[in-house]
């Protein structure tokens, strides 16, 4: 109660201040116009501001202290967990919606090409859920063979030039040299996306183990299809080996050394990042 007689007799005190600021304004406009048309009018224009500054400096303040303190629905989006866990044949529908709503129809791959892909070798394809379930986002790695991975840098052939035979098994793991990021995507619907990214990005030395080793791995390659896109892997220390108009899907291709990855994900994920699969035996 206290507070809002407070805010009452504030806001009269300005809303008198403001009417008597006014009249003083008309009468000295009228008068000074006389004398000095040019003083007049700085008077006034000095007056209406200094009413103009009683009237937003309590908004201001007041606003300035909701600041301090974020939503409880926000806190209940950053509490939200998420697990990255290996993609079935069904999800792999979902995973093709997904890129149709992100992508540009040419960059879009259809789903009888992961189906492909995923026949030859499931170890790439991870989506992102929350806890209860919910699918919110994906990653999608390739194994490609050299040839096939030289022609695609060249911008020889477009990511649907990459074949299911041009792709190393399972069991090659321990052979596979290069390894090719070709989609990394979170559902714009899904709240909070910033959150779900962290997690992935937190798994990504996991996640690149179970398809190479990371003992014999030595790069990794990435296209921006997207503006955001670009900006992570350029964030993350990606360089362009590729400029866009020498391709043939008109994207750049980005390349980083796994060791490097490694460092720069160490300073986006801190303690976060899982580091197991350095350590650990090879299976």
Known sequence: MTANVSRRQQAGAIFMAVVGMIGLVTQLTTVTLQVNKYVGVALAVTILGLAA??????????FAAAGTIPAIARIRELCTRYEVVQATTEDLKWTADLERRVY???????????????????????????????????????PVRPATMSKFTAGEIKETGIRG??????????????????SIAIDPSSRPRDAALLCLLSQTIRLIAGVASVKQLQSVYAIAASH?????????????????????????MYRIALPTLIENLKGVCAERLDLQPLTAPEP
């Not at 009683?54 to 303040?61: H, I, Y």
């Not at 789903?111 to 986002?137: C, H, M, S």
């Open 228 to 252: 955001p896109g670009e900006c992570i892997l350029r964030d993350l220390g990606f360089q362009a080996v590729k400029s866009a108009k020498e391709r043939s899907d008109h994207h750049p």
């Open 165 to 182: 035979d041009s792709l190393y098994g399972p069991t090659e793991r321990t052979e596979v040299k290069d390894l090719y990021i070709e």
């Open 104 to 142: 540009s129809p040419a960059d879009a791959v259809p789903l009888e090409q992961f189906q492909e892909w995923y026949a030859k070798n499931p170890t790439g394809f991870y989506i992102v859920r929350r806890k209860d379930g919910k699918a919110v986002g994906h990653i999608n790695m390739l």
């Open 53 to 62: 500054w009683l009237l937003v400096a309590p908004l201001r303040w007041r």
